[in-house]
């Protein structure tokens, strides 16, 4: 008699839920709240919060609320594929936003592509995606560095030398900024590769040293190879630092004593400062009302980065593309993403380019300067993901589920 | 003659940062036998005593360091007591036990202090010669980590505190009935052991960044040293170290840091195969 009763409310329950769960939108979150990650996540994950509360507030999409289903991935890729799955299987849910790190996302776009869901990555990385199922709403090489690089060749000089994190993001970057060196006229001078449990930098020091470079780009990854930082400035290295990861993502300016991060100069498409730094006009206003609802929200947040911004940006393309398509069937979805559409955020428009599914960035140049005091000497407005287009990767034509590089662009 | 010194230094702060993760190990494995997996964790103790006490009681650094050591001396002491104690000559349990220790110690970092702490700037200034520059701090590492081995091989070779310890940790049986006190003399080694790891902590803390997992960044050196140094690791310990950080920085000099790494975990292995008893063994039979 019991089983049955357990039964028959356990199938009313579960009526019950469907039933409720056909009058919202799911939106499957897998963002790292601990572990290594959790430092430049956290902010992310209260964006994604911040801009469902307010749609919700706005009345919804389609008559119908958004509803955020999420879990805690830990900085660890198996627990990312599980529940990748779970989303999938499980909560039903009709998008998934997430992952960090590049490896967790190459560990879940299969499962994405498998079971055709649609996912939106949104983080900066070093780019190449061309898949139907993906949408990137993070910055990408030819965003961050093809204005790094050249601007910080014509200001400090030629020579170039990369030390990098040895695994796919910091040996794709490396090929990137090769790339443009090369095409500006410049020298590599030096290129080291480093294991990312390395935690001392005097022999890089010294090699750097002995190269004479004019600009040296940092693309380090994680705590211990954030080591290098204090030790150059120890050793008073003394050459001017640039990079695409620090600073926009784990706010090293403010967590580390100076002078580790003076003179370093970095490309983002958003941070916190921007509407400290630049005293009127768009960007101003636009970050300043970002920030004001942000803080309204998440008063004790310590550091609003270009995730954060890049996770909130993310939620209202979807939520756009799903009013534009008036349905959450994904394959008309996708269609509608594939329109250009674009919104207008906390860093002014971003839009997502149809053919390699990627968002356009207003891009800061940001340098860290003495006392670690924020400046920022240079904007470039509607800066286009242009690569993987001209390259070939052209999905509203021609469904794909790759990874490009330079070296390895798509066929044509 | 720079490029003389530049090689010198690359083999000193090499030398010294082997000799400075093994040190405590060399105490609690190479003398007492315990496998300590937590040894990574009494230096995250020692940085986060040294880092924490700095900001928040605005101390000076050198006072901030003493702090450190401090606390890790005291937690080596109540960790002994607890558990470490019922472990003596069983090498086994003691590894399952030290690593519980370890990843609860460094969860409790991690939920207390948050992913990251907001770290100190390295003490001295840097100097010239050439196109080169040179961290002081790093110099005076060197210095410092030979001192400390120096004192330590006259402390446990030369006292009578050293002697009642090698007794007591060879025979407690007969040192017991010799009437040395057998469980306060084993409460002072661990935490000699422990402090000195505090030592490792708290020395490196200003040059590196203050995650919960800053120790691990030393443990696979710590117990490859402490190998390869064998029976009697007070003796072995240098040459051993000198040896490790020799190939290792000529390959990386040569190559990258990546060879460098797979050469000194190389060399360890044939370290281990032809001299079993390590750098201490081969001192000894020459003797």
């Not at chain 1, 004001?292 to 593309?321: D, G, L, T, W």
């Not at chain 1, 940001?366 to 999905?395: F, R, S």
């Not at chain 2, 110690?105 to 010669?129: A, C, D, H, R």
């Not at chain 2, 060879?259 to 001192?283: D, E, Y």
Request: charged share 15%; proline share 4%; glycine share 8%.
């Amino acid at each position: 008699m019991k089983k049955i009763t357990i039964l028959i409310t356990s199938f009313l329950f579960l009526l019950f839920s469907n039933a409720w769960s056909a009058e919202t939108i799911k939106l499957g979150i897998l963002e790292d709240e601990t572990g290594n990650f959790a430092i430049a996540v956290v902010p992310k994950i209260h964006a994604y919060e911040l801009a469902v509360k307010e749609i919700n507030a706005k009345g919804g999409v389609l008559g119908k609320k958004l509803e955020i289903v999420r879990y805690d991935t830990q900085s660890n890729n198996t627990r990312f594929q599980e529940f990748a799955r779970r989303l999938i299987e499980k909560d039903k849910v009709d998008v998934v936003f997430g992952a960090f790190s590049s490896a967790s996302r190459e560990a879940i776009r299969p499962i994405m592509d498998k079971a055709k869901m649609l996912y939106f990555y949104n983080n900066q990385y070093e780019g190449g995606v061309c898949d139907k199922n993906v949408f990137v709403t993070g910055a990408v090489p030819e965003q961050q560095f093809s204005t790094l690089v050249p601007w910080m060749m014509e200001k400090y000089g030629k020579n170039v030398y990369v030390i990098a994190a040895d695994y796919n993001f910091g040996q794709i970057s490396a090929e990137w900024v090769r790339q443009i060196v090369k095409e500006n006229g410049g020298t590599l001078v030096g290129e080291e590769f480093i294991p990312l449990d390395v935690s001392q930098y005097s022999q890089t020091i010294q090699k750097i040293q002995k190269a004479k470079p004019d600009v040296l780009m940092t693309l380090l990854v994680g705590a211990k190879q954030a080591s290098f930082y204090e030790q150059q400035a120890a050793a008073g290295l003394g050459i001017p630092m640039a990079t695409s990861i620090n600073v926009g993502q784990a706010y090293e300016h403010k967590r580390f004593a100076p002078p580790a991060l003076e003179n370093m100069y970095v490309t983002v498409n958003y941070i916190e400062e921007v509407h400290e730094v630049i005293k009127s006009g768009e960007f101003h206003d636009k970050s300043k009302d970002f920030m004001e609802r942000f803080k309204a929200e998440y008063p004790n947040e310590p550091y609003v980065n270009m995730e954060a911004a890049n996770a909130y940006n993310a939620i209202n393309i979807y939520a756009k593309a799903v009013a534009l398509a008036g349905t959450t069937d994904r394959p008309k979805v996708i269609t509608a993403l594939e329109t250009g559409i674009s919104f207008d955020g906390p860093s002014g428009v971003v839009s997502i380019d149809p053919k390699s599914h990627h968002g356009s960035h207003t891009i800061f140049l940001v340098k860290v300067g003495e006392g670690h005091k924020v400046t920022i000497p240079k904007i470039w407005k509607d800066i286009k993901p242009y690569w993987l287009g001209e390259a070939g990767c052209n999905l509203p034509e021609k469904a794909d589920y790759s990874q490009y590089t330079p070296s390895k662009p798509p066929k044509k | 003659m720079i490029m003389l010194f530049n090689i010198v230094y690359q083999f000193g702060d090499a030398l010294s940062f082997l000799l400075l993760s093994a040190i405590g190990l060399a105490v609690i494995f190479g003398m007492m036998k315990i496998i300590n997996l937590a040894h990574g964790e009494f230096i995250t103790v020692g940085a986060y005593g040294t880092v924490v006490s700095g900001k928040i009681l605005h101390l000076p650094l050198p006072i901030a360091m003493a702090f450190g050591v401090l606390v890790t001396i005291l937690f080596g002491l109540i960790l002994e007591k607890l558990i470490i104690r019922h472990l003596y000559g069983r090498p086994l349990d003691s590894v399952v036990a030290t690593w519980g220790i370890s990843l609860i110690v460094s969860q409790s970092f991690l939920v207390i202090f948050g992913p990251s702490y907001e770290g100190l700037q390295t003490p001295m200034g840097n100097f010239k010669l050439g196109d080169y520059s040179y961290s002081e701090y790093r110099v005076f590492l060197i210095f410092f980590s030979l001192s400390l081995l120096f004192l330590l091989y006259i402390l446990f070779m030369k006292t009578s505190f050293g002697a009642l310890a090698r007794a007591t940790i060879e025979k407690p049986e007969i040192a017991s009935s010799m009437g040395v006190n057998v469980n306060n003399i084993y409460s002072i080694t661990f935490a000699i052991g422990a402090g000195l790891a505090g030592v490792t902590g708290a020395l490196y803390a200003p040059t590196m960044t203050i995650v919960p997992s800053i120790g691990q960044a030393f443990i696979v050196s710590a117990f490859i040293t402490v190998v390869s140094a064998g029976a009697s690791p007070f003796i072995g310990l240098v040459p051993a170290a000198a040896f490790l950080s020799t190939v290792q920085t000529s390959v990386t000099f040569f190559y990258k840091a990546t060879i460098g790494i797979i050469a000194l975990l190389f060399s360890v292995i044939i370290i281990i195969r032809f001299l079993p008893k390590g750098f201490s063994g081969l001192i000894s039979k020459q003797k």
